[in-house]
């Protein structure tokens, strides 16, 4: 059982929104224009709270309820980008 901090809150709780993560993959995200066409396009409909590791695959989450699901997300991004729902 996860301990409580004050009786009614889970350690480790996000207060706030929740978060959708999504993988960005097929290309190379560490280009600082690649990364901003990236960021730029899912900021259009989200607010984005956490990167990952910039490069072929990256993961970033964003608050919810936004406006994207993976599939409008990489129609969006275009190319040969990929976006996937990433679920811990």
Do not use: C
């Not at 929104?17 to 990236?38: E, N, Q």
């Not at 409909?45 to 490069?55: P, R």
């Not at 409008?72 to 729902?85: E, H, K, P, R, V």
């Amino acid at each position: 059982m996860v301990a409580k901090v004050n009786g009614a809150i889970a350690a480790g709780s996000v207060v706030g929104h929740d978060l959708a993560h999504f993988t960005i993959a097929g290309d190379d995200m560490s280009d600082a224009a690649k990364a901003t066409h990236v960021i730029e396009t899912i900021e259009q409909k989200a607010t984005v709270v956490l990167i990952g590791t910039l490069g072929a695959s990256t993961r970033v989450a964003v608050e919810t309820p936004n406006g994207w699901t993976a599939s409008a997300l990489q129609t969006a991004l275009g190319g040969s980008w990929t976006a996937a729902d990433f679920t811990y």
